[in-house]
C-alpha cells in the first residue's frame, strides 16, 4: 500500500474512534442518526457546495444510483450501530464491526471487482482476524462466562456487531466502485451522501419534532463531535481508495481499534483491558503487513 494512502488511513482510524466514542456516550437511537446526519450536512456545507457546483453536472444515471444505494445501506448502518451500542459494550461492538466489516469487504473485492492479494497481505488480514477476535472477547465470546446479564450483553454485542459490520461491507464495496470505477470525488460524494441521508429521514424528524427537540438537548455536544469527525474520517478513507485497492484499504482502518481499545475501558468503564490491548497489538501487526503486502 502507498504510504500517502496509509497515513490517511491511520488518521481516518483515530478519528472514527473518537466519534464512536462520541456516539456510545450518547446512548441516543434513531433521533441521534437524525441529529448527527443533519449536522453533517450542514457543518461540511461550505466545501461539499463548493465542489459540487463543478461535480455533480457530470453525473449520470451509475453515480447517482451509487449515491443512493450507498445512503439506504449507510442508514441502515449507523442505526444498527446505535442499537448495538445500547445492549452492550463498545469494546465488543465496534470490534467486531469494524473487523468482520472491512474483512468481508477484502473478500468481496477480491471476488467481485478482480482484485488481487499477496501472501504478505492475506498474513495481515488474518493477523487482523485474530486481533479482532481477542478484543471482541477471544473465547469468551462462545463460552458464555460470566454473569447472565454479561452472558446476555455479550450474546447482543455479537449479533449487533455482526449485523452492522455486514451492512460496513455492503456499503464499503458501494463506495469504492463510486471513487475507483466512477471517478466520483470524495468530498462531494460524502457530503452528498449525508444530504440525502438527511433528506430521507425528514418524515420521522416531522412525526416527532418535540422528541427530537429533547433528544437534541441532551446530545447535541455529542451529535456535533459526530458531525466533525465522522465526515473527517470517511474522507480521509475514500481518499486513500484513489492510491490504494479496496482489499488493503479496508482491513488497514482496524487501527481505529487500537485507540478503542486504549480509550473505551477508561472512558467508558468497560473491562479486560490487558485482552483487547492484546488484540490490539495483532491487529497493528496486520496492518503492518498489510502495508508491505
Not at 474483512?103 to 499477496?118: D, H, N, Q
Request: hydrophobic share 55%; net charge positive; aromatic share 8%.
Amino acid at each position: 500500500m502507498p504510504w500517502p494512502a496509509l497515513a490517511l488511513v491511520l488518521l481516518a482510524a483515530v478519528l472514527h474512534a473518537l466519534w464512536n466514542i462520541a456516539a456510545k456516550r450518547a446512548g441516543g437511537d434513531g433521533r441521534f442518526v437524525v441529529l448527527s446526519s443533519a449536522l453533517m450536512a450542514l457543518l461540511w456545507l461550505p466545501p461539499g457546495l463548493w465542489l459540487a457546483w463543478t461535480e455533480v453536472p457530470r453525473w449520470g444515471p451509475a453515480h447517482w444510483g451509487a449515491l443512493g444505494a450507498s445512503a439506504l445501506v449507510h442508514l441502515a448502518y449507523y442505526r444498527s450501530l446505535l442499537a448495538g451500542y445500547r445492549a452492550a459494550d463498545l469494546t465488543v461492538v465496534y470490534p467486531l464491526a469494524r473487523g468482520s466489516g472491512p474483512l468481508l469487504t477484502a473478500l468481496a473485492a477480491v471476488l467481485l471487482l478482480g482484485e488481487t492479494m499477496s501472501a504478505t497481505g492475506a498474513a495481515g488480514v488474518a493477523a487482523v482476524c485474530l486481533g479482532v477476535f481477542t478484543i471482541a472477547g477471544g473465547p469468551a465470546l462462545w463460552r458464555g462466562g460470566g454473569t447472565p446479564e454479561a452472558q446476555a450483553r455479550r450474546r447482543a454485542g455479537l449479533r449487533w456487531g455482526l449485523a452492522t459490520g455486514a451492512l460496513i461491507a455492503t456499503y464499503s464495496v458501494i463506495d469504492g466502485i463510486a471513487i475507483q470505477w466512477l471517478a466520483m470525488a470524495p468530498l462531494v460524494y460524502d457530503w452528498m451522501n449525508n444530504v440525502l441521508r438527511t433528506a430521507l429521514q425528514l418524515p420521522g424528524y416531522l412525526r416527532e419534532r418535540a422528541a427530537h427537540h429533547a433528544a437534541w438537548r441532551l446530545q447535541w455536544r455529542h451529535a456535533l463531535v459526530v458531525g466533525v469527525l465522522g465526515p473527517a474520517s470517511y474522507i480521509c478513507v475514500l481518499t486513500a481508495l484513489q492510491w490504494a485497492p479496496l482489499s488493503l484499504v479496508a482491513p488497514a482502518r482496524e487501527c481505529s481499534l487500537l485507540v478503542a481499545a486504549l480509550l473505551g475501558a477508561p472512558l467508558l468503564g468497560e473491562g479486560e483491558r490487558r485482552l483487547r490491548l492484546a488484540g490490539a497489538a495483532a491487529i497493528a501487526a496486520g496492518v503492518v503487513l498489510l502495508a508491505a503486502g
